[in-house]
């Protein structure tokens, strides 16, 4: 749970970072550009922006972590899992409707947390795309 806790905080980490183009906390100094741009009053203000190959990189490392996460939560859910054993000693032996009541609601958390990687890992791909795409044509120019 906390591992799953962290993975989140990550992510909202990322997408502050995209959204706002504030150094975070994983990203240093030297992937913040500092671009020169004239206004409409022809001050020149130094804008920031986040070097894309470098924030790329942060993406693909999350994903990853993703991934592993979700093949984890996976094998919890198939363990946790109530078998057809299990049905029948929680009505035979006492205390096993509460032991089937424990193993139903762990299993229920399992995958609860899997769908919530799994949709995290969803649109951490999308985003992914999203960065390494160019909607505008590609230009190249000799001299």
């Not at 198939?78 to 032996?93: A, C, D, M």
Request: charged share 20%; hydrophobic share 50%; net charge positive.
């Amino acid at each position: 749970m906390f591992k799953l806790r962290l993975i989140i905080r990550n992510t909202r980490v990322l997408m502050m970072t995209v959204s706002l183009g504030m150094m975070s906390g994983w990203a240093n100094a030297a992937e913040i550009l500092w671009t020169p741009e004239q206004d409409v009053a022809g001050f020149m203000v130094m804008e920031p922006s986040i070097n894309i190959d470098a924030l790329v990189d942060d993406v693909v490392t999350l994903k990853i972590a993703l991934k592993q996460d979700e093949k984890r939560l996976s094998r919890q859910v198939e363990q946790k899992r109530i078998t057809g054993n299990e049905t029948w000693l929680s009505f035979l032996l006492p205390g096993g409707m509460l032991y089937a009541a424990y193993k139903k609601n762990a299993h229920t958390n399992a995958i609860r947390e899997h769908k919530l990687v799994s949709s995290q890992l969803l649109d951490i791909t999308v985003d992914l795309v999203a960065l390494t795409t160019t909607a505008e044509p590609i230009v190249v120019a000799k001299r």
